[in-house]
């Protein structure tokens, strides 16, 4: 009989699913839209049996489990099989069947269980579960630590004949530990309380790493009978381990998986984005800008790195994240990094793609020891360039900020959901360009491997944030350019010789056809100069110099 996803999300059982497992699973694997199967609730838990949908990220793998997936149970008038696969007990009339477990025609299975959180960081407007996390089921005295294994050594009977046995100084539901909800569900962020679900699947073991984050479809199991408070302590094992291992239902449902789905695409967009791309991002990077003071360079290094994120792990080496740090912030700017962070959230959904923001401007005054050093290098190092009538008014700008996305906020969230994602060329016409280009950097520059491909990388995310595919002239024009800003940006001009410097740059390449790479090369031979002659800053006689050195240079390379 021809299976659909209709029957499966609205009449399905565990019996129906056993007897077309296949065709079910094939029918789940096509199916792109998840949508319509109910999520798991906490606040209003479904009966066991239902089948439901959970995405979390993977916080902790336990070890493997043995159980009975089909076993012969004897009955008062001869025997008869039943499967065990997708649920937790075995399936017997108490009194009148018992379980035959020396029977040939038994058949063992292994499963694993996942200890899964709600995505830790997703902003409630990227939770499709979302309504509010803090309220959790009032479940009191109990834990489990996720880190806890399966010891070695349980036989298959043990962990399948699990009585529920009642000490006669014990009630039903008494539990032996004092132990916080808290420390039961092991929130990764404290202030942010996760809902949690352990996790059973039955197949490819291997295909799961931690910290993935992962949708699941499968059978809830909430019977009361799984709370490892209520059961008899085995010697080997302390009450604590006891109830790790067996967390109350109510709290943490089981969840065993027919079906799971990496998750690359946090924020909840069923279809393409296909927006106005270059109004949008003209938009976006509008916004970006006005936060940061009016630094147009800053936004759009901003604007980039909300883009990035890790392609891949080649050893030690992490590619495709650009970790950026924003230094020289303007002192009288009370709840500044708060305010930016209001307006990053409100746009981007963040985890497994987190932007942690590091806000050095809270640190209080005190003797920095060597354990103070920095251990989270950036790629890239942004000094802000504030401008003052941005800066003075930076409170009604961040309000104007807020009025203004909120009219936008599906196209921009869209706009970056999708780009995110996106696949971007570096190839084609321009390759042979960006080539040259990086070789004449190497060369003049003494560029490091990890500058150049920086560099690439930065080009990618500004074409992403441009709303393109491919690279082109005019994006690697402009990631060169602002480049060569940003390193200028970190030679220290005192005062006056900020001016002249930028009209001089401005006079050689209208003058001299100056490239960009030749103007960085000035300004970095400026600094060697400056600190060759024991300077810690630039000044005019050190630029005046600097200038005249250039000067001889070119007449000597036309004589």
């Avoid at 159980?67 to 108490?94: A, P, S």
Wanted: aromatic residues 6%; glycine residues 6%; contains cysteine.
């Amino acid at each position: 009989m021809p299976v659909n996803f209709e029957d499966l999300v609205h009449q399905i059982t565990i019996r129906d699913f056993l007897r077309n497992e296949s065709d079910y699973i094939e029918v789940l694997s096509r199916t792109q839209d998840w949508s319509k199967i109910p999520l798991l609730k906490h606040d209003n838990i479904q009966p066991s049996g239902s089948l439901v949908r959970f995405r979390g990220m993977i916080q902790d793998m336990f070890d493997p489990e043995y159980y009975l997936e089909r076993y012969e149970v004897k009955t008062g008038d001869g025997q008869r099989m039943q499967d065990g696969k997708f649920v937790d007990f075995l399936q017997i009339e108490q009194g009148e069947e018992e379980v035959n477990f020396s029977s040939e025609n038994n058949k063992h299975g292994e499963r694993r269980s996942l200890f899964l959180v709600t995505i830790p960081g997703i902003n409630n407007w990227a939770d499709e579960g979302y309504k509010d996390p803090s309220k959790l089921p009032e479940v009191e005295k109990l834990s489990v630590n996720p880190s806890k294994r399966q010891e070695d050594g349980d036989d298959d009977e043990t962990l399948l004949k699990r009585q529920k046995v009642i000490k006669d100084d014990q009630t039903p539901g008494e539990t032996r530990t004092i132990l916080s909800t808290e420390y039961l569900v092991n929130s990764p962020l404290p202030d942010r309380p996760s809902r949690a679900c352990l996790v059973k699947i039955y197949r490819n073991f291997e295909s799961f790493r931690l910290n993935t984050v992962i949708d699941v479809v499968g059978f809830l199991s909430v019977d009361p009978a799984l709370d490892g408070s209520t059961e008899e302590v085995e010697e080997m094992l302390s009450p604590e381990e006891h109830i790790a291992k067996n967390p109350p239902p109510s709290l943490i449902p089981r969840l065993h998986a027919i079906s799971t789905r990496e998750v690359h695409q946090i924020a909840p967009f069923e279809t393409p984005f296909n927006g106005n791309f270059p109004d949008i991002s003209r938009d976006i990077l509008m916004v970006l800008t006005q936060c940061l003071f009016g630094d147009q360079l800053a936004g759009r290094y901003l604007f980039a790195h909300l883009l990035s994120s890790i392609q891949s792990r080649v050893g030690m080496e992490i590619l495709g994240k650009m970790c950026l740090n924003l230094i020289n912030l303007p002192g009288a700017t009370s709840g500044y990094t708060k305010s930016l962070y209001e307006i990053l959230e409100a746009i981007v959904p963040l985890a497994p793609n987190s932007h942690l923001i590091l806000d050095e401007t809270c640190l209080e005054p005190g003797q920095l020891q060597g354990g103070g050093k920095s251990l989270l290098p950036s790629d890239i190092l942004v000094p802000l360039k504030p401008d003052s009538n941005v800066m003075n008014h930076i409170e009604e700008t961040f309000k104007a900020a807020h009025q203004f996305i909120r009219t936008r906020l599906e196209v921009i969230r869209g706009f970056l959901a999708s780009q995110k994602v996106a696949k971007f060329d570096l190839d084609g016409d321009i390759q042979t360009s960006v080539q040259e280009d990086l070789v004449t950097m190497r060369k003049t520059f003494n560029a490091s491997s990890e500058e150049l491909h920086s560099l690439l990388t930065l080009s990618r995310l500004v074409g992403k944030s441009m709303g393109k595919s491919k690279l082109d002239e005019e994006t690697w024009e402009l990631v060169k350019n602002m480049d060569q800003e940003r390193q200028s940006s970190q030679v220290d001009l005192d005062g006056d010789i900020q001016t002249t410097v930028q009209e001089d740059l401005v006079t050689m390449r209208k003058t001299l056809n100056a490239s960009s790479e030749e103007l960085h090369s000035l300004l970095t031979l400026s600094r060697l100069v400056g600190k060759s002659m024991g300077k810690s800053k630039l000044d005019e006689e050190t630029w005046e110099l600097v200038k005249n050195m250039d000067q001889e240079r070119r007449q000597r390379m036309k004589k």
